[in-house]
């Protein structure tokens, strides 16, 4: 649904009285600045009561007792209760409505009609709410009572109820495992740059990420020279903590056992998927094709004591 359209829809749903509107709306921003929740939390919480406001605003015979619930992804049902004010034996209809929540990803779609019998003043509808692990943000929809025989809306403020679905997922952040640079030996054909996910793993995320020149640098990296470019999209299912981007490094054509190798590049990360993801201020690690001096001395020192072995064997037994 787009924004224009849930505007238009929560205008319809929310009433006329805008004074009103404003007013509690403000209450509701301050209530509903997204609430860090722990995951799987059972939370069911009574915003605002038909009791709150005027009794000219409400609907004579029927109404919710309360307008706005807050109730966590992981509570499982959320019982709402209706008032029959005269008490008398009567039906109404009950149904939610759809709006940012939506059935049945959201929460379970009810429509029913509610009998009441003589001197039964309150009743309840269970309404589920579905648990899931992808990160959302906080989302609405309403119930809403109506007439039986015409299938109208009941008119009055207290006539539909409003429902706050929390979220309770954590989908993390994303940061390189190197939080240096990157010193890749030159002889080793692939450079591993690790990815890692912190402070959350829920639901599946994804993020781009592709090779980069570094222009201004004067021991630049060049893709097809130096190293292959790689460009792609990492998922991380849920629950996976790290994903790996694997960059081809190439031995240059004018190498030979002298050439000292010292070239860098990048890789960045971007676009993160939803886009809650952070990815770290430092999206691009930079990796330096280095030739490993440590490693060349051992190797040749190796080679002399073969040389060594096979003059000596030459000797004695030659
Ligand atoms: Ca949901
Ligand atoms: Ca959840
Ligand atoms: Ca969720």
Not at 270 to 293: G, R
């Amino acid at each position: 649904m787009s924004e224009v359209n849930r505007e238009e829809l929560r205008k319809r749903l929310e009433g006329e009285s805008l004074i009103e509107r404003i007013g509690y709306r403000q209450k509701v921003a301050i209530l509903s600045k997204k609430e860090v929740i722990a995951k799987g939390a059972k939370i069911r919480r009574e915003n605002r009561l038909a009791s709150d406001i005027e009794d000219k605003m409400r609907h004579p015979q029927f109404g919710f007792h309360c307008l706005h619930y807050s109730v966590s992804e992981a509570a499982g049902v959320l019982r709402v209760k209706i008032i029959n004010k005269t008490g008398n034996e009567c039906t109404v209809g009950v149904k939610t409505i759809d709006a940012e929540a939506e059935s049945p990803g959201d929460y379970i779609a009810v429509d029913q009609v509610i009998e009441f019998e003589q001197g039964t003043k309150e009743a309840e509808i269970s309404i589920v709410i579905v648990d899931d692990d992808a990160w959302e943000p906080d989302e609405d929809f309403f119930v809403q009572l109506y007439d039986v025989g015409t299938k109208q809306d009941l008119k009055g403020e207290d006539t539909r109820c409003r429902v706050t679905i929390m979220d309770d997922d954590r989908p993390g952040q994303l940061v390189f495992s190197e939080k240096k640079s990157l010193k890749h030996p030159a002889d080793a054909k692939e450079c591993i740059v690790g990815v890692e996910r912190i402070h959350g793993c829920d639901g599946v995320i994804t993020v781009k990420y592709k090779t980069i020149v570094f222009d201004r640098v004067k021991n630049k990296a060049l893709p097809d020279r130096d190293f292959t470019h790689v460009e792609g999209t990492l998922t991380f299912k849920h629950n996976e903590t790290r994903q790996d981007i694997i960059v081809p490094i190439l031995k240059r054509e004018d190498e030979d056992e002298n050439t000292v190798r010292d070239e860098i590049f990048g890789v960045k990360l971007f676009d993160a998927d939803p886009s809650i993801v952070k990815i770290s201020k430092k999206d691009t690690c930079i990796v330096e094709i280095v030739t490993d001096a440590e490693r060349k001395k051992q190797a040749e020192a190796l080679q002399q004591l073969l040389d060594r072995i096979n003059r000596e064997e030459h000797t004695s037994w030659g």
